[in-house]
């Protein structure tokens, strides 16, 4: 098959530039412990961010779901595809960001895909004021309308400013960003841009994938955070991260989301989200509703291991939330690290290297949840204390 040849030399180059991804094998239920590759190893990279993925009240929620309603959906939104269940968890959603309402999707990625596609269109007078780290699906969103863009630096309001200036006569223009960066943990400076957005008369659209669930009162988000509701337009979330089940949604003032029930690319053309998923998500979505204490333990958990971590010399960068970035700036270093980190002390943590962050910024990025015990997190300290050592970077 000589015309696939290519293919063979695109992986051998992926190989030799150590970009291969290898694919690692969950053989047991997300949780603070996993099975992998018959090891059970201790789970610091998984965005279970409060444990619900495996919660017995959602597991019975989804169970019950697939009695009532079966298995799969049937069919796109728009045809015969929206069940009773998907504008009830539309509703509870809408009701736990404080929004008007809220238009379910199939991934958060299917979400901004979607949204930002129909927001800003390629043949009006209307441009994307995008911030330089945005999330993949949120530039693959940008491609799919095709309008113009203009990226403006990270965190940085003056470079904001400047390029809201460039772009001030044309009609329409969306500040688009993500609210916590996921390879720093560090956050968007929400007030300043609603500021700058009133100023030159931008809606704003914000990526909270990692805000919910974490942050602002009960895990309702980075808005909530802030105390902005009623000055951001439109707040994007997953159903798969800390919520722990599958699924996007986009909150905002319920015209904007009629409409996007219109525009949505993967609302119109792609199946809803099936049953018991979606049955699920409204588990999940009552849990945090009701008790913030996941979220306290979330949080309780972070402030131990970061400042463990801070105390034995590690530098943390600017997070301020539970992502923790270990900086170990060298690249094979950081792969060496994250090894022995596997093979010597079971546990399971992601070197993050270029292309993903910068050149010199490698880190190895831990992820605590809700689920981990204290003793959990200080056998991770004490590994990283250990290697740390022997490696000489403490
Ligand atoms: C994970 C993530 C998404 C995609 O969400 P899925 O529900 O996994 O498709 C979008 N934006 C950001 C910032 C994310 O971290």
Redesign the pocket.
């Known amino acids: 098959m000589a015309k696939l040849d290519w293919i063979t030399e695109e992986l051998k180059e992926l190989k030799e530039k150590g970009l291969y991804v290898t694919i690692r094998k969950l053989e047991s239920a997300q949780g603070p412990w996993v099975v992998v590759d018959g090891k059970k190893v201790l789970n610091m990279c998984s965005?279970n961010y409060l444990g619900l993925a495996a919660h017995p009240k959602i597991k019975e929620a989804a169970i019950r779901a697939i009695l009532d309603y079966g298995v799969g959906a049937g069919a796109v939104r728009t045809i015969a595809g929206t069940m009773e269940l998907h504008v009830e968890l539309e509703e509870k959603l809408a009701k736990f960001k404080k929004r008007e309402a809220a238009i379910l999707f199939q991934?958060?990625?299917?979400a901004?895909l979607g949204a930002i596609s129909a927001l800003i269109k390629k043949n009006e007078d209307a441009v994307f004021v995008s911030e330089e780290l945005n999330?993949a699906?949120?530039i693959d969103g940008m491609r799919l309308s095709g309008a113009p863009k203009v990226i403006y630096k990270h965190l940085d309001m003056e470079d904001l400013k400047k390029r809201l200036e460039e772009v001030k006569d044309k009609k329409k223009k969306l500040i688009v960003t993500?609210g916590v960066f996921?390879m720093d943990g560090d956050l968007a400076p929400l007030p300043e841009i609603a500021e700058l957005a009133e100023q030159y008369d931008a809606m704003v659209y914000v990526?909270d994938?990692?805000g919910e669930g974490v942050l602002g009162e009960h895990g309702r988000g980075i808005v909530d955070h802030f105390k902005l509701h009623d000055r951001i337009d439109f707040e994007m979330g997953?159903?798969?991260?800390a919520f722990g089940v599958?699924?996007?949604y986009v909150a905002g003032p319920e015209e904007a989301i009629d409409y996007l029930r219109q525009r949505g690319r993967p609302f119109l053309f792609s199946s809803a989200v099936n049953p018991p998923d979606v049955a699920a998500a409204i588990a999940a979505v009552e849990i945090l509703q009701k008790s913030d204490e996941l979220v306290q333990k979330l949080w309780d958990n972070t402030r131990f291991l970061q400042n463990s971590l801070r105390e034995l010399g590690y530098d943390l960068g600017n997070t301020k939330h539970p992502i923790t970035p270990v900086m170990l700036y060298d690249e094979k270093r950081a792969q060496e690290f994250s090894r022995i980190l596997y093979e010597e002390y079971n546990i399971f943590a992601q070197a993050i290297v270029y292309p993903t962050v910068p050149k010199g910024t490698a880190r190895i990025r831990l992820e605590p949840s809700a689920a981990h015990s204290k003793e959990d997190l200080q056998y991770a300290i004490d590994a990283f204390e250990e290697i740390g050592k022997k490696m000489k970077f403490i």
């Open positions: 965005n991934s958060g990625y299917n901004n999330h699906s949120i993500d996921s990526d994938a990692h997953t159903l798969s991260k599958i699924g996007g």
